[in-house]
């Protein structure tokens, strides 16, 4: 999630006051709404995304970029292993979401490195973070639900 | 600007245009419109004994959204022009820039009759239009889009959008155009979206035929009438992100899994296949599979694009539309979409 949960928190509590609560007509479901708002504040600072959920994309991630960087040197391109190398070592120990932001960087500069090498070369490299990428893929749409998008669209 | 506020500013607007007294009847903020403020609007026009109903919509530019910077004035230019046109375009007179009026700049177009069906699933997982809906709509949609782009640019004067020259300048404009918004919105590359740019970058398809493309031409901006029964293509509308550039860019967005709806149908109305074959036969161009591929895969990109950029306006605080905030957990579903894509995701 792009959206830091504090931060969603405030929007969330932002809009309710200021678009929904003025076309709210009873005065139970403003009160309602007030209540919405008063649990909203009160969680902001109690929560904070599943650490399991970072933990296993970084996992992942650290699996494709060993596969990658191994990828790299057994095809001679030395250098491009030691910059994927690089990237890994840079990526700090914790906290989870830190972790596995970092190691999402890592992979995208590790798709860079591995494009400028030929294609036979750049095929092991490839197929291994392609697997992580499905892999995660997979464990994204897990979690996510049913869309609302009829309801948001039309109101 | 409170409603009452926005309705009397409106009425003193229209009733400087229209010949006749104007009384404001209706005022609504649309919900269906993601990136520009939309509003409809009923007005009743008094001309000595007689009162003329008419309906407007109002698009306006908003304070943070997902096509920013926002510049109004080239669709307007461009509607307007094709106010006369067979296409069916919503007539669209005038076009204020002034903050005096509106606070923000905004146009004026005239109501097209028709509901917009929406890209979505209906709760039992079909898609949004039923099978007599779609064997009428889906022809009528490649149809229009074969006249959209039978358009003579030169002709009406679009040259001001930007002709790419012949060869690869249309998808390396696109995709810089595309980048450069990605880039606005600072917000982290995902690998998914990484991979794909890689590809586009180093894949850029070369083409002669420049046509004007609506860039936006899919399920959602149909505006549809049932006569009798029978389904009818009543209006072509957001025409935000038009340009210059490759036809096949707006058959590969129109066919993108992003408007399938649950089906696997282009826009939920033909057979992907079905549906350019359609467009080439009516448009006597042909559809060339590698150019194809290229704007499917810029397609994803291009929303991708979108949704980060209206993910960055709300994590700045910069709008309480909510609507910007639910792409953060929509995103996943477009990387799934990207690989499948490019390939890595079977």
């Known amino acids: ?30 009160g309602q709404l007030y209540a919405v708002v008063d649990i909203l504040r009160n969680l902001r600072d109690r929560v904070e995304p599943k650490a399991a959920l970072a933990d296993a994309e970084a996992e992942s991630a650290l699996t494709a970029l060993d596969q990658a960087e191994a990828a790299c040197r057994g095809a001679g391109a030395v250098g491009e292993a030691a910059r994927i190398a690089d990237a890994v070592r840079a990526v700090p120990a914790a906290p989870p979401i830190d972790r596995a932001t970092a190691l999402r960087g890592a992979v995208s500069l590790a798709l860079e490195v591995v494009d400028g090498l030929p294609p036979d070369a750049a095929a092991p490299a490839r197929a291994a973070i392609a697997a992580h990428l499905t892999a995660q893929a997979f464990r994204d749409l897990a979690v996510l639900k049913p869309s609302l998008l009829t309801e948001i669209s039309k109101g | 600007m409170a409603d009452d506020r926005l309705a009397a500013r409106l009425e003193g607007f229209l009733g400087a245009r229209l010949d006749g007294a104007v009384h404001l009847t209706h005022l609504e903020r649309s919900t269906e419109g993601f990136s520009q403020e939309t509003f409809t609007v009923d007005v009743d ?18 304070v943070a959204g997902l096509l920013e910077p926002y510049d109004l004035e080239p669709e307007f230019r461009v509607l307007h022009a094709l106010s006369d046109d067979a296409l069916p375009s919503p007539p669209t007179p005038w076009f204020e820039r002034d903050p005096a009026v509106l606070e923000r700049p905004f146009y004026v177009m005239e109501r097209l009759p028709g509901d917009v069906p929406i890209p979505a699933a209906r709760p039992d997982g079909s898609g949004p239009l039923d099978d007599a809906d779609r064997a009428t709509l889906g022809p009528a949609v490649a149809d229009a889009l074969a006249r959209l782009h039978a358009i003579d640019w030169r002709a009406r004067g679009f040259g001001f959008l930007g002709a790419p020259a012949p060869g690869r300048d249309a998808a390396i404009r696109e995709l810089t155009r595309w980048e450069d918004r990605l880039a606005r919105s600072a917000m982290p590359l995902h690998p998914a979206l990484a ?149 890595w995701l079977g």
Request: hydrophobic share 45%; net charge neutral; charged share 25%.
């Open chain 2, 45 to 62: 026009v008094r001309r000595g004994d007689t009162i003329e109903r008419r309906g407007y919509v109002v698009k306006r530019e908003p």
């Open chain 1, 1 to 30: 999630m792009l959206v830091p949960v504090e931060t969603a928190i405030d929007g969330l509590v932002r809009t309710l006051l200021e678009a929904v609560l003025p076309d709210v007509g009873t005065r139970f479901a403003r």
């Open chain 2, 195 to 343: 991979e794909a740019l890689l590809w586009l970058r180093r894949n850029p398809p070369s083409t002669d035929d420049i046509t004007l493309v609506h860039g936006d031409y899919r399920l959602g901006n149909f505006l549809v009438t049932r006569d009798g029964g029978t389904a009818q293509l009543s209006g072509i509308l957001d025409w935000e992100m038009v340009h210059l550039g490759d036809p096949l860019e707006d058959v590969a967005w129109c066919a993108s899994p992003l408007w399938r709806a649950g089906t696997p149908y282009a826009s939920a109305l033909l057979a992907p296949e079905e549906f350019a074959g359609r467009w080439a036969a009516t448009s006597g161009r042909a559809v060339d599979a590698d150019r194809l591929r290229y704007y499917d895969v810029l397609a994803v990109v291009k929303m991708a694009t979108i949704m980060l950029t209206g993910i960055r306006a709300f994590r700045d605080g910069r709008t309480t539309d909510l609507r910007m905030a639910i792409f953060d957990h929509q995103l996943p579903y477009l990387h799934a979409l990207l690989g499948m894509a490019r390939g």
